[in-house]
């Protein structure tokens, strides 16, 4: 049965974006696509969706292909032709983790689970919010059946944001425990350059995971406020799926869609931002491990894009972020016209930049070095609309937050030039400012 659905829309001037989240964060399914690097060119839109007419969990267990089971649900959905030209007007939006590569590729399953959580979440969704920083405007999107069911929807969203949302406070400290040492870590660099160096990949991207006990009285959304100011990215976002949440200030977009001109933005390359910049732009080696994810991509992208029409537009550009400079490549290409975006993103997942080159010999490795299932981490967050839009993050600077553990992960691409004493300092590197956060956020609550 396909669902016929009317678009309602109207520039809405109610509040804020943030506190429009705010009043909404509590609801499961709630999601926050949060553009807050006001310096980054991509910052442009935020987006807010609540109340998905159906949400899809899975785990690799199951039988049927993820990738096919939410195009088979999308598909049910008709919704009325419009000209709004905004990057998402509704549809499906969620996660997708890491260890779904393992229903595309044949590979080894070897690491641990040892969290209870779902290699995919996500929802359908005819209600949202979308705030263009540029204008200043926010314009309220909700397919509903009638004009009745549209004013039930906005006189909801409009009695959230009035109602005062309780909140908690964090009560202890947050004292991070490492799943590999850093001896096992320096370790495990060296295996990969030894498999380098034997012939089997060129690059590896090895990452290691910090986990704590969540405090008792502690609001993921509360600490998400402080976490976006203190470390703003053009790809955060906060989802809450009731029992499970993540916040991401991920820098770094995986795949978009719009129009059918597919675009990735592979990071590789990372030093602090109190260093020269210009010394990133001439290291060989960071330039070399960026070109390699950049060759991977275009041809996992050029697999449903139109013959010859896959480009790399910026090759190894530094780009500037809170703390970090990092090497950003931009590769392009036009959606062949019997693929879909879902499509696209089953052909390219998970993302090269935190698998390695060749693919499917680097995520054996990975199977094989590090211990534990990455779950969402190193997957991507995002939304694919209903007129076939997408935009997703690599989920990268990500917390995960069950009922009693908070985890964070954090890696790098190991080549033949890397040293594991500065591929261990880079992991710190890459989340010290999310540490932080917690600590500042901890001092705003006193």
Not at 46 to 53: A, K, Q, T
Not at 261 to 289: F, H, M, N, Y
Not at 353 to 372: C, F, N, Q, V
Not at 390 to 409: A, F, G, H, W
């Amino acid at each position: 049965m396909v669902l016929k659905l009317k678009t309602y829309t109207e520039t809405w001037n109610q509040a804020d974006i943030l506190r429009c989240f705010e009043a909404l964060s509590n609801m499961p399914y709630s999601l926050f696509f949060d553009s807050n690097d006001t310096r980054h060119p991509l910052s442009q839109y935020s987006i807010i969706c609540w109340s998905p007419r159906e949400t899809i969990s899975y785990s690799i267990t199951d039988d049927q292909c993820p990738f096919d089971l939410i195009q088979s649900r999308l598909n049910k959905y008709k919704i009325e032709a419009s000209n709004i030209d905004l990057p998402f007007i509704g549809g499906l939006a969620g996660y997708w983790g890491y260890d779904l590569g393992q229903t595309v590729e044949t590979l080894p399953n070897i690491a641990q689970r040892d969290i209870n959580v779902p290699d995919m979440m996500v929802g359908i969704y005819t209600n949202c919010l979308v705030h263009d920083h540029t204008k200043n405007e926010m314009r309220l999107i909700i397919h509903a059946e009638d004009n009745e069911r549209f004013e039930q929807e906005k006189k909801f969203l409009i009695d959230k944001i009035s109602s005062k949302k309780e909140t908690k406070s964090q009560d202890d400290n947050i004292n991070w425990q490492s799943s590999v040492s850093e001896d096992d870590y320096k370790k495990n660099v060296q295996r990969i350059i030894d498999y380098i160096y034997a012939g089997d990949v060129y690059q590896v991207n090895l990452t290691r995971r910090f986990d704590a006990k969540k405090p008792k009285n502690f609001d993921a959304f509360e600490h998400y406020k402080t976490l976006r100011e203190h470390n703003p990215a053009p790809f955060s976002a906060f989802m809450n799926f009731s029992d499970v949440k993540l916040a991401s200030c991920s820098p770094e977009r995986f795949l978009s869609v719009n129009d059918n001109i597919v675009e990735t933005r592979p990071i590789k390359g990372t030093i602090s931002d109190i260093e020269d910049p210009e010394t990133l732009s001439k290291s060989t080696k960071d330039r070399a491990e960026n070109i390699m994810i950049v060759d991977l991509l275009r041809n996992d992208i050029s697999k449903v894009s139109k013959p010859h029409s896959v480009k790399v537009t910026d090759l190894c550009k530094v780009e500037t972020f809170k703390g970090l400079h990092h090497l950003v490549s931009t590769v392009t290409g036009e959606l062949d016209e019997s693929k879909s975006s879902i499509d696209l993103l089953k052909n390219c997942f998970p993302g090269g930049s935190i698998t390695g080159a060749p693919k499917i010999r680097a995520m054996e490795i990975i199977e094989e070095l590090e211990p534990i299932k990455r779950g969402p981490y190193c997957g991507a967050m995002g939304y694919i609309g209903f007129n076939q839009n997408m935009d997703t993050n690599i989920s990268i600077r990500t917390l995960i937050y069950t009922q009693d553990k908070i985890y964070l992960q954090a890696g790098g691409g190991i080549t033949c030039e890397s040293t594991p004493a500065q591929e261990l300092q880079e992991t710190y590197t890459k989340i010290n400012k999310i540490f932080e956060s917690f600590d500042l956020h901890k001092e705003q609550q006193k």
